[in-house]
């Protein structure tokens, strides 16, 4: 299994700029997160989906983030308009809570940066 | 929620010597912890974790302890090396939170040739 993709790996942007991250979770897994990290704030969890429904988003900053998951294999994070504090490593991860005991596997994260 | 505090945020050892690395959760339902390891602009990746049911797991020079009672666990690494240096981050899975993970806030591990 090739793991949990992310793209892009590395984003700069302007503030005001619409951002897009993508993931692809590890096949078979029925459970997605949206994690932020930051050095002041560590790992935290945005939004997590359980078979492509969010089930709690209530770490999603503000309006201008949002997250979907239109199919098992794919999930999408918005910041629109981006602000420089967006600036962090974002990580999206895959579990699935029958096949491995409930494991959380990252991707390599997507470093943004916003100007 | 869940609430995991992890001590200490830096620690610094000779090549050779052990590390622990402690971790406290605040709520008894939490059955699932996990130790993940970050190198420098990696992913965290697991290294080792532990169930509810189970009080000690070893793997190799990585140990973990847990104390339902206290509500803490630990990481132990023996004879460490230079490779191990990293940040380690300590999880618990709540299931009464659905499946969420709640980390702590990591420990900057750097081990002294």
């Known amino acids: 299994d090739a793991g949990v993709i992310q793209s892009p790996r590395h984003e700069v942007t302007e503030m005001g700029q619409e951002v897009t991250l993508r993931c692809k979770p590890i096949?078979?897994?029925?459970?997605l997160f949206w994690y932020r990290q930051t050095m002041m704030r560590g790992l935290e969890l945005l939004i997590y989906?359980?078979?492509?429904?969010?089930?709690?988003d209530s770490g999603m900053p503000e309006d201008r983030f949002s997250a979907k998951m239109p199919n098992a294999s794919f999930s999408t994070l918005k910041i629109q308009p981006s602000e420089p504090r967006d600036s962090a490593v974002y990580f999206c991860?895959?579990?699935?809570?029958?096949?491995?005991?409930?494991?959380?596997?990252f991707g390599e994260g997507s470093r943004l940066t916003v100007l | 929620g869940e609430n995991v505090e992890q001590h200490p945020s830096t620690l610094s050892v000779q090549e050779g010597d052990s590390a622990v690395i402690k971790c406290t959760y605040s709520d008894s339902a939490s059955n699932y912890f996990p130790w993940y390891k970050q190198e420098l602009g990696k992913r965290p990746q697991l290294i080792i974790d532990?169930?509810?049911?189970?009080g000690e797991k070893k793997d190799q020079r990585i140990a973990v302890t847990l104390n339902k009672t206290a509500k803490h666990f630990s990481l132990h690494i023996t004879e460490t090396q230079p490779e191990d240096s990293a940040v380690y981050f300590c999880?618990?899975?709540?299931?009464?939170?659905?499946?969420?993970?709640?980390f702590g806030t990591g420990t900057s591990l750097t081990v002294i040739p």
């Open positions: 991860a895959s579990t699935s809570r029958a096949r491995d005991y409930e494991k959380l596997f």
């Open positions: 096949s078979g897994h029925d459970y």
């Open positions: 989906f359980n078979n492509n429904v969010p089930i709690d």
């Open positions: 999880a618990a899975r709540d299931p009464n939170t659905g499946n969420q993970f709640y």
């Open positions: 532990i169930r509810s049911n189970v």
